[in-house]
């Protein structure tokens, strides 16, 4: 274990995709144990297996903290919830759409993915403190991937939880983009503040800790000026981790149901439209699936796609 999260109180669980990772901190009778974001709903079981095995002794979890809202990063919140009565705190621009369940709105439909209702008790905002275990830690506006997102500082250990602002090789799809905002300006201005903090470790939302955070920045800062020189290819990029995640979680469909699925998901209409419209829509979305075949992403079984 990494003795620095130790001295934390951290516990990482570090996910193979379609979940996030989640951090735990175990806490102790003052300050309760808190979970940093639950991962997808298919994994809710997995989630919960985890969290019980590193609290031991029938311990309950008592707080949840979403760094953001995609269906990565939330799913378990309903089965946490049932299962340990936690409260669940949310970024404090996604509260009233969580109070409706407004699926539109939360992206669930958009995307195409599932994530079942679950009731938030808090809200948080970019300048807030927040307790996880026996420590206050800094949340952050981190606008890009998503609008609303967070990023979590510990200054004294000088740790941060960067969500999907920061990956060890680059950052997540900038979905406000899809929906035609211009959110390039703010993918670069969170890299700005994540490069103003002094940090030792990252505990990114994909993939594992890293210590190399300059060398992060400067990659993701190559990646974004790549999709700003050419927005088309981030597009390309954001459909195909759509369908990705789709055969992840499926493993294997019919094509012409994958292709039902393509035409009902809106942000795979809103690439098209925005960057490819010169093709007819189901011939875009068959070359994407022959580029994923020749790049070995998915494979095509007669009549059926799977994960590859």
């Known amino acids: 274990?990494?003795?620095?999260?130790?001295?934390?109180?951290?516990?990482?669980?570090?996910?193979?995709?379609?979940?996030?990772?989640?951090?735990?901190f175990r806490g102790d009778d003052s300050s309760g144990s808190t979970l940093v974001d639950s991962g997808y709903c298919t994994h809710a079981e997995q989630t919960l297996a985890l969290v019980r095995r590193a609290l031991g002794a029938g311990r309950p979890l008592d707080h949840l903290i979403n760094t953001h809202l995609h269906s990565d990063h939330c799913g378990g919140n309903h089965a946490l919830r049932s299962a340990f009565g936690c409260t669940i705190a949310v970024p404090s621009g996604e509260a009233h759409k969580v109070d409706t369940w407004d699926e539109n709105a939360l992206t669930y439909r958009a995307t195409g993915q599932r994530c079942p209702r679950f009731a938030r008790t808090e809200s948080i905002c970019g300048g807030d403190e927040v307790r996880c275990g026996s420590r206050r830690w800094q949340a952050f506006a981190a606008p890009g991937h998503d609008p609303e997102s967070l990023v979590l500082y510990e200054p004294e250990f000088q740790l941060l939880i960067s969500a999907d602002a920061l990956w060890e090789n680059g950052f997540g799809v900038v979905f406000p983009e899809l929906e035609g905002s211009a959110a390039f300006?703010?993918?670069?201005?969170?890299?700005?503040?994540?490069?103003?903090?002094?940090?030792?470790?990252?505990?990114?939302?994909h993939g594992s800790p890293f210590c190399d955070v300059r060398g992060a920045i400067d990659r993701a800062r190559r990646r974004l000026d790549t999709f700003l020189a050419d927005p088309r290819r981030h597009a390309l990029y954001a459909a195909k981790v759509l369908v990705k995640f789709h055969l992840l979680e499926l493993?294997?469909?019919?094509?012409?149901?994958?292709?039902?699925?393509?035409?009902?998901?809106?942000?795979?209409?809103?690439?098209?439209?925005?960057?490819?419209?010169?093709?007819?829509?189901?011939?875009?979305?068959?070359?994407i699936l022959a580029d994923m075949v020749n790049s070995g992403a998915i494979r095509m079984t007669g009549a059926n796609v799977r994960n590859a």
């Open 1 to 24: 274990m990494n003795p620095l999260f130790e001295a934390a109180g951290l516990v990482v669980f570090e996910r193979g995709w379609l979940s996030s990772n989640n951090v735990l």
């Open 185 to 205: 300006a703010e993918v670069g201005a969170t890299l700005d503040l994540i490069d103003r903090l002094p940090i030792r470790w990252v505990i990114p939302g």
């Open 251 to 287: 493993q294997e469909l019919a094509t012409s149901e994958l292709m039902t699925w393509l035409d009902a998901t809106h942000y795979m209409h809103l690439a098209h439209e925005e960057h490819f419209d010169e093709v007819e829509f189901s011939v875009w979305c068959r070359r």
